[in-house]
């Protein structure tokens, strides 16, 4: 049976302001596969940014090989610089100078790492901003860190003042700068963060982190280790799948996209996290952008 003519308007221009939100989206992965990337040519467009982090137990350099596979399969490498990794301004310089000579990378994610001691002199992201190894080796645009979740170990009203800090660094050095945010589960924590940076005037292109198609269980795994806490009580909604099923961020990014205040948060996509994979994540993540979607009650789901 056919749906009224309204519901059928409505359901369309859900769908066209989730493609609109979805426009530019970026994926996270780690150390990614080179058959991975392959894949990823049979889906991504040309250019997409990918976002490559590096865990504390590996070793920085280590990025360049994967910074060369996605800049050869026609992707835009974006690799992790974790601060508290390097030992001294000698390594950090090196590390860039490879990213640079060999992959291209002109655009990179500046944070201080995950690691609760420092290397050598580099505390925080605003030490590599400061230092000027950034634009000295090519660098042209970074992104830095936002957390709609708050941080597990940093106070809001530090992490307000550290990210003026580093916008401000950056702009003197003249260095194009994003904020990409850490996952959260609660659009309504989102939408008043984002509210909240927009009303400081801070007004540079966001990337809202969401995780990616995965288990519940990955999930709740990946929630924990990146100290995403306060928003948890969304994996335990009773409306929510069982521990073992599916979880896919279709209920976030409607609500984002359908926001009242969406006009007024400026440039905003979604930045994906890979939790199920980064092949599953960029299928799921494609789809959507290009409105291959069934509107539900509160989400979606994706069609083939």
């Known amino acids: 049976m056919a749906l009224p003519a309204r519901r059928l308007s409505v359901a369309s221009e859900s769908t066209e302001t989730i493609s609109t939100l979805l426009g530019g989206f970026s994926i996270e992965a780690t150390f990614p596969k080179a058959e991975e990337i392959e894949s990823l040519r049979r889906t991504l467009s040309p250019g997409t940014r990918i976002y490559l982090s590096c865990l504390p137990n590996r070793l920085p350099e280590k990025l360049v090989d994967s910074a060369i596979l996605v800049r050869t399969a026609g ?148 929630a924990l280790r990146c100290g995403v806490r306060a928003s948890l009580k969304g994996v335990f909604n009773p409306k929510a799948l069982q521990l073992f099923g599916e979880a896919a961020p279709d209920g976030i990014i409607r609500a984002l996209a359908e926001s009242a205040d969406r006009t007024e948060f400026g440039a905003v996509t979604i930045h994906f996290f890979s939790f199920g994979g980064i092949v599953q994540t960029a299928e799921w993540a494609d789809a959507t952008s290009k409105g291959r979607i069934a509107m539900g009650a509160s989400g979606f789901s994706v069609v083939s």
């Open 75 to 222: 992707f835009e490498p974006v690799p992790h610089l974790t601060a508290r990794a390097y030992p001294d301004l000698q390594s950090f310089e090196r590390v860039l100078g490879g990213l640079a000579k060999d992959a291209g990378v002109r655009s990179a994610l500046v944070i201080a790492g995950d690691r609760d001691d420092q290397a050598g002199p580099f505390a925080g992201a605003l030490d590599l901003i400061e230092s000027g190894a950034l634009e000295a080796n090519g660098i042209q645009e970074i992104d830095i860190a936002g957390y709609p979740d708050g941080h597990p170990k940093i106070d809001d009203g530090l992490l307000a003042r550290s990210m003026a800090q580093k916008l401000d660094a950056a702009s003197k050095r003249n260095l194009r700068t994003n904020i990409t945010t850490q996952f959260c589960l609660d659009p309504d924590q989102i939408l008043a963060w984002l509210r909240r940076v927009r009303g400081e005037g801070i007004n540079v292109p966001i990337r809202v982190g969401v995780a990616g198609p995965t288990t519940m269980r990955s999930l709740l795994k990946f």
